[in-house]
């Protein structure tokens, strides 16, 4: 699938609506709730069966995913604001709370998002870090030093004010 080109219009959705998707191992989607389907602007047809990186935003760091995912990997949950990209090229912001999904052998079997409305004032912060993060990532021309660079940045900034990132997403 192409991935559309970012419009710079933010969508938005109810308090009270909760966007759910959950993935395999890989992290292709295998369900989509119905207000994940309406903000994304793809079918459920549309986003089963794909990475679901589908709808991430180039404005969105790398090095944010891949604290996520060594997180996840490793058994434990996460809490963190994401940008996503609609089919359309609209975005829209969430705070994400992914964790691990458990067989009955207690072996990872997938993962599982419940994504709601951030709050604006945390995003006035999140903003800016995420942008320095990017201009990071993009000083370097191989993407992974990039993305080395601007996880060392944030583990320093996080060390800064004596935070994990999660405890930093619930102090904004």
């Not at 419940?114 to 903003?127: G, H, M, T």
């Amino acid at each position: 699938m192409e991935r559309p080109i970012p419009t710079g219009q933010e969508r938005t959705f109810a308090d009270h609506e909760i966007i759910v998707s959950k993935t395999d191992l890989k992290g292709h989607i295998t369900y989509a709730n119905q207000t994940f389907i309406e903000i994304s602007g793809y079918t459920e047809e549309e986003l089963l069966g794909q990475p679901h990186n589908l709808i991430r935003h180039p404005d969105m760091p790398r090095c944010v995913f891949k604290l996520l995912w060594d997180t996840i990997q490793a058994g434990e949950e996460i809490f963190a604001y994401v940008v996503n990209l609609c089919k359309n090229g609209d975005h829209y912001w969430v705070l994400a709370h992914v964790t691990p999904t458990w067989n009955l052998s207690g072996q990872i079997s997938g993962y599982h998002s419940s994504r709601r409305v951030p709050e604006r004032k945390a995003l006035d912060k999140v903003i800016p870090l995420y942008r320095s993060l990017k201009r990071i990532e993009g000083a370097n021309s191989d993407w992974r030093t990039g993305m080395q660079n601007a996880t060392v940045e944030l583990l320093s900034q996080l060390d800064a004010v004596g935070m994990e990132y999660d405890e930093y997403v619930f102090a904004l």
